[in-house]
C-alpha cells in the first residue's frame, strides 16, 4: 500500500495510526454490509433448496445475455478503481481523474443495463406486486421474483451511492481540493466500497441468472 | 500496491471466469451448476478482495477482520442451512 500520508488528528499519534485506524474502520462497515447482504443470499439458497423446478423456471425468465454484459460491465468497473486508487498513491493526478471518470461511466452503464431489465421484466409481468399478470403457474416463482428485485434493488442503491462518492471524488479533483497524494486514503476507502459493491454482484449474477437454468 | 500489469491481468481473469461460468450454466449439467458457479464467484471475489482491495499487502488485523466476515457468513449460512437440510 502506498505510504503517502495525510494530515493527523488529534486523536492520532502519528499518521500510520490514522491511516490504520480509517482502513480498519472500514473493513467493519463492510463486514456489516455483508452480514445484510449475506440474509439475501440465505434467502435465496433455501428458495433454491426447497423449490428447485419453480426456481428453474423463474431463472429462464431472466435475460442471461444482459445479465452477463453488466457484469463484464460491473467487473471492468473494478479494474478502473484500482488503476484510480494506484495513480492516486503515486500522485498521478491525470491519470486518477481519468480512471474515476471512466469508473463513474461504467456504473451509469451498469444502472442503465439494471433499469432496462428492469423495464423489460415488468412489461413481460414478473414484478408480483403489480403490472399485467405474472405468466409462471408456480407460486414459489413469485417468491423468487420478490427477492430478485429485493437483491438487485438494495445492490443498485448501494452502487448508485458509489457512483456518488467516485463523482464527488472527481469534483473534488477538478476543483484542485483533493491532494495527491496526500489524500490518496479518501480515494482508497471509496475503492474499498466499491469493490465490495462489484463483490455482492458476482455472487448474485451467478446465484440469479445460472445456478437454476 | 499491485502494478498496473497485475491490475489488467486481473480484469483479464475476472472476465475469462466470467464467460466460463456462463457457458457452463448453458451445458444443463444439473446440480453442478451450483457447485461450479460458486466456486468460480470465490475465485473472482477472491482475486479482487487480494488484489483490487489490496489486502494481499494489508496488515495483520486487516486479514484477520476479511476472515472473520467470511467465518460468520459460514456460520450463519451453516447453521441456517443446517435445519433445512436435515429435514
Known sequence: ?213 | MPNRMTLVAVWLVLLALLGISTWVALLRLGSWHAALNLIFAVASAGAVVWFDMHLRKGSGTLKLFAGGTVIFLFIMFGFGLADWLTR
Not at chain 1, 81 to 109: F, H, N
Open chain 1, 1 to 213: 500500500m502506498s505510504d503517502a500520508l495525510p494530515a493527523v488528528h488529534e486523536q492520532y499519534q502519528v499518521a500510520t495510526q490514522q491511516l490504520a485506524a480509517d482502513r480498519l474502520g472500514l473493513w467493519v462497515f463492510l463486514a456489516s454490509e455483508a452480514m445484510l447482504f449475506g440474509a439475501v443470499f440465505f434467502s435465496l439458497a433455501v428458495y433454491h433448496y426447497i423449490h428447485p423446478a419453480a426456481m428453474h423456471a423463474a431463472t429462464d425468465q431472466l435475460d442471461l445475455s444482459m445479465g452477463a454484459v453488466g457484469t463484464a460491465v460491473l467487473l471492468s468497473s473494478s479494474t478502473t478503481m484500482a488503476l484510480a486508487v494506484k495513480a492516486a498513491g503515486e500522485g498521478r493526478r491525470w491519470e486518477t481523474l481519468v480512471a474515476l471518470i471512466g469508473t463513474v461511466v461504467l456504473g451509469l452503464a451498469f444502472e442503465a443495463i439494471k433499469v432496462h431489465d428492469w423495464f423489460d421484466e415488468f412489461g413481460k409481468g414478473l414484478y408480483p406486486p403489480a403490472g399485467p399478470p405474472f405468466p409462471l403457474p408456480q407460486p414459489a416463482a413469485r417468491l423468487f421474483f420478490h427477492l430478485y428485485f429485493v437483491s438487485t434493488g438494495l445492490h443498485a442503491v448501494h452502487l448508485a451511492v458509489g457512483i456518488l462518492l467516485v463523482a464527488g471524488l472527481v469534483i473534488m479533483q477538478v476543483s484542485g481540493r483533493l491532494t495527491l497524494p496526500e489524500r490518496m486514503v479518501t480515494v482508497e476507502m471509496v475503492g474499498l466500497y466499491w469493490q465490495f459493491v462489484d463483490i455482492v454482484w458476482i455472487f448474485l449474477y451467478p446465484t440469479l441468472y445460472l445456478v437454476s437454468r
